[in-house]
């Protein structure tokens, strides 16, 4: 994940591979899976202090259900590049950040546990993919309002 700029610095393109696990990354809304993310690519050499990353990372990500809130594992191919400035003093090229830029920006927006995921109760929150509550789904009434039916 850190690569000596002195090195880079020798060459025009350098190719990269290495794997990150969750607890390397923070700032995603996923969690990588146990195997890990692997990601690969290439550094390329623009000037003194200015490099382009290409990069893809492959992994399991884990998404909880838009409707049932249950983990959800998802298969990620994500691709990014971003030309990385590094400060005269710095000795090393960290590529976690461009890694976690590439996995944040390429996260979908909504993932279903299945396409027709029954989702939660609204009222007593049981997933109903497992379960059949006994709540009234027709009277979706709010409570506030169950007196004055009575009235009725
Ligand atoms: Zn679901
Ligand atoms: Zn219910």
Redesign the pocket.
Known sequence: MNFEINKLLLEEKIPFEFTLKNEDVKDIEGKIGEDGALARGTIEKLSRGTFFVTVTVEMTMIYP?A??L?PTPVECSYEYSETVTVEEDEVVLNLVPVVEECIYINEPYRV???DD?A?LCPKCGSNL?HEQCSCDKNGDLDPRFEALKKLL
């Open positions: 259900c409707r049932c249950e279903l546990c299945s995921c989702g993919n």
